[in-house]
């Protein structure tokens, strides 16, 4: 059973930079893709960013390409999201999902990940 947890949430002033981690358990192997998603108040949950365990591919919502990098470390069972430039827009609950089989396609889709962490808060500040 894949368990997701992820850390590294908080209050931020727009601007300033947060670093998200997930630490994976029961995986991920080389069929995996691991994405970001993130959910703000009254709106649906939206894709942020995925990789490729295998490859190493990567993708990006087009509302942070350039501003957030995803890597992957299969020695530490992680991965994390590095924030930059954040904006208010950006406040919303980051959640780390697992889709066991999605390392070819890497997947946007929600309803693509099987695994879902608890979400860490991300709130930034004008």
């Known amino acids: 059973q894949v368990q997701l947890v992820e850390s590294g949430g908080g209050p931020v002033q727009t601007g300033g930079s947060l670093e998200l981690s997930c630490a994976i358990s029961?995986?991920?192997?080389?069929?995996?893709?691991m994405g970001w998603f993130r959910q703000a108040p009254g709106k649906e949950r939206e894709f942020v960013s995925a990789?490729?365990?295998?490859?190493?591919?990567?993708k990006y919502a087009d509302s942070v390409k350039g501003r957030f990098t995803i890597s992957g470390d299969n020695n530490k069972k992680t991965v994390d999201l590095h924030m930059n430039s954040l904006k208010p827009e950006d406040t919303a609950v980051y959640y780390c999902?697992?889709?066991?089989?999605?390392?070819?396609?890497?997947?946007?889709?929600?309803?693509?990940?099987?695994?879902w962490g608890q979400g860490t808060q991300v709130t930034v500040s004008s």
């Open positions: 999902a697992a889709d066991p089989y999605g390392s070819v396609v890497v997947p946007t889709f929600v309803k693509s990940y099987d695994y």
């Open positions: 990789v490729s365990w295998s490859t190493g591919a990567t």
């Open positions: 029961g995986g991920p192997s080389s069929t995996f893709a």
